[in-house]
T-cell receptor, first 112, second 116 residues
Framework: NAGVTQTPKFQVLKTGQSMTLQCAQD?????MYWYRQDPGMGLRLIYY???????DKGEVPNGYNVSRLNKREFSLRLESAAPSQTSVYFC???????????FGPGTRLTVL | GESVGLHLPTLSVQEGDNSIINCAYS??????FIWYKQESGKGPQFIID?????DKRQGQRVTVLLNKTVKHLSLQIAATQPGDSAVYFC???????????????FGAGTQVVVTP
């Protein structure tokens, strides 16, 4: 039982490059989330998927797209990376109880 | 421990003392309020939650208080230890169905530093 896994752990991109951040959970959770966290700041919701087949915008969706590939996997895509997207990205999933929100280890992304 | 914008407020606590971390929430319709702990370089970790129909809940060394009148949430940590040094976030949310959830709105966080 690995919980929430994210790949890659670190990534450096040049402005304009694209990439996909992968997230998977093995807890059979319905709800999954993508957050970004800038240095010294809180978590800001980018997109979420309340259940398989649905996705909704969060607080800061511009410049990102998501895909809920199946119940386990929820990916985040940057089509044309910008320096303002330099951040740590966390994926999370939630089970039935509010106490059942688990976070992945994060992806540290730098856009030059 | 109120949010003050771009810089995390810091709470310095002596080891063994009690800590109180505060949070103001925005949505009076939220059903659950949650506290998370984030250690350096790691993702947030659930500490304790409280439902909107309660005003106090206790866990192991932690107590959460909810004041809906002023939309205020607090986390009390008893006998603070060096391992409690971390950033603490509050969040508010509501379930969409019996097994799915909507948005989690996070507060800005408070850095807790435990001194010997």
């Amino acid at each position: 039982n690995a919980g929430v896994t994210q790949t890659p752990k670190f990534q450096v991109l040049k402005t304009g490059q694209s990439m996909t951040l992968q997230c998977a959970q093995d807890m059979n959770h319905n709800s999954m989330y993508w957050y970004r966290q800038d240095p010294g700041m809180g978590l800001r919701l980018i997109y979420y998927s309340a259940s398989e087949g649905t996705t909704d915008k969060g607080e800061v969706p511009n410049g990102y797209n998501v895909s809920r590939l199946n119940k386990r996997e929820f990916s985040l895509r940057l089509e044309s990376a910008a320096p303002s997207q330099t951040s740590v990205y966390f994926c999370a999933s939630n089970g039935q109880g509010a106490y059942e929100q688990f976070f992945g280890p994060g992806t540290r992304l730098t856009v030059l | 421990g109120e949010s003050v914008g771009l810089h995390l407020p810091t709470l310095s606590v002596q080891e063994g003392d009690n800590s109180i971390i505060n949070c103001a929430y925005s949505n009076s319709a939220s059903d659950y309020f949650i506290w998370y702990k984030q250690e350096s370089g790691k993702g947030p970790q659930f500490i304790i939650d409280i439902r909107s129909n309660m005003d106090k809940r206790q866990g192991q060394r932690v107590t959460v208080l909810l004041n809906k009148t002023v939309k205020h949430l607090s986390l009390q940590i008893a006998a603070t230890q060096p391992g409690d040094s971390a950033v603490y976030f509050c969040a508010e949310t509501s379930p969409l169905t019996t097994d799915s959830w909507g948005k989690f709105q996070f507060g800005a966080g408070t850095q807790v530093v435990v001194t010997p």
